[in-house]
């Protein structure tokens, strides 16, 4: 079964404006990841927040952690058209920290910037 | 980082056959899984592909269905076999970025099955 949720399902904003992106879970964790796709290829990573961290931010994006309400969010700040893609969550399986096992990605949020 | 590359990049398959997708990666990694994404879905992982040993699985999937070799520490194949029109999906190989498992992940581009 899925372990992230995102909401929205899909987002449409103007060029500048930020967009918000909201991930649930829900068993303990490691670290949450966020990832882009673009239209059908290959995602790539964004960043990772590790559970004892609260915030986090790299260029544009700004994550936060919630480890109480099994939350995360993704900011992206002063949006460009070529933000447009689809952002998915991603949550380590088994949390126990051992052994080469994979991440559970969430439904994704499919965002659109319009110019 | 790593480079993945991935072939093939698309397919059109008949229903019934078995495609061989494979995964090359630009240096050495322990880490390697399968993806499979169906249209408009996120992604659901298959397996971890073992070097020198039999491919973990996840729940749901099955070798017999999704044979998968890793002959060395660069390369693997994913068999998608006697496929029908529901294997229609996107396939993806990942790597992890360090020894760790709870690393990023790097990703191939994909191989886009349609099968008829």
């Known amino acids: 079964s899925q372990q992230g949720e995102e909401d929205p399902q899909a987002l449409s904003i103007q060029e500048g404006e930020n967009a918000t992106m909201n991930c649930s879970y829900k068993t303990s964790i490691n670290n949450l990841q966020w990832y882009r796709q673009n239209s059908g290829r290959g995602l790539v990573h964004l960043i990772l927040i590790r559970s004892n961290e609260r915030e986090k931010h790299s260029g544009r994006l700004r994550v936060t952690l919630d480890t109480s309400k099994k939350s995360s969010s993704l900011l992206i700040t002063a949006s460009r058209a070529a933000d447009t893609a689809s952002y998915f969550c991603?949550?380590?399986?088994?949390?126990?920290?051992?052994?080469?096992?994979?991440?559970?990605f969430g439904k994704g949020t499919h965002l659109i910037i319009q110019p | 980082s790593a480079v993945i590359s991935q072939k093939p990049s698309r397919d059109i398959c008949q229903r019934g056959t078995s495609l061989t997708i494979q995964c090359q990666v630009d240096?050495?990694?322990?880490?390697m899984f399968w993806y499979r994404q169906q249209p408009g879905q996120s992604l659901t992982l298959i397996a971890t592909a073992n070097q020198g040993s039999e491919a973990t699985y996840e729940s749901g999937f099955v070798i017999d269905k999704f044979p998968i070799s890793r002959p060395n520490l660069t390369f693997s194949t994913l068999t998608v076999s006697n496929m029908s029109p529901e294997d229609s999906s996107i396939y993806l190989c990942?790597?992890?970025?360090?020894?760790?498992?709870?690393?990023?992940?790097?990703f191939g581009e994909g191989s886009r099955l349609t099968v008829l």
């Open positions: 240096s050495q990694v322990t880490m």
């Open positions: 990942s790597v992890g970025a360090s020894s760790m498992n709870t690393g990023e992940l790097f």
């Open positions: 991603a949550t380590d399986i088994r949390a126990s920290g051992g052994g080469a096992d994979g991440l559970t």
